[in-house]
């Protein structure tokens, strides 16, 4: 039902900074609790960011505190995840994802099942 698709990756130099976003198409998409996720080559898949529905609670790994930031606006149907002060260790593929179920309002049991495609991120030193 929902459908989402991540854009902004690219290569930066140490220290700059991203703006990632996450389009979703459907009808209930501004709905749902949406999430964000990051894969380092040759790592497993690891959590970044969260955000409810309505966009008033959210969530951070606690390593990445302090230089991430999502933010949601329903009406452009878009996730959006800030990077700054990037790291070379923060070069991954990042994917955003939704909820199973809208209106949860959850950041922390979130069941996640639409996927984006992702978007690489690589920043050199």
């Known amino acids: 039902q929902v459908q989402l698709v991540e854009s902004g990756g690219g290569l930066v130099q140490a220290g700059g900074s991203l703006r990632l976003s996450c389009a979703g198409s459907?009808?209930?998409?501004?709905?749902?609790?949406m999430g964000w996720f990051r894969q380092p080559p040759g790592k497993v898949r690891e959590f970044v960011a969260a955000?409810?529905?309505?966009?008033?609670?959210?969530a951070y790994a606690d390593a990445l505190k302090g230089r991430f930031t999502i933010s949601k606006d329903n009406a452009k149907n878009t996730v959006y995840l800030q990077i700054d002060s990037l790291k070379p260790e923060d070069t991954a593929v990042y994917y955003c994802a939704s909820d199973r179920f809208p209106r949860r309002g959850i950041i922390t049991a979130t069941e996640y099942a639409y996927w984006g495609q992702g978007t690489q991120v690589t920043v050199s030193s």
């Open positions: 459907g009808r209930t998409f501004s709905d749902y609790d």
């Open positions: 955000i409810t529905w309505r966009g008033d609670r959210t």
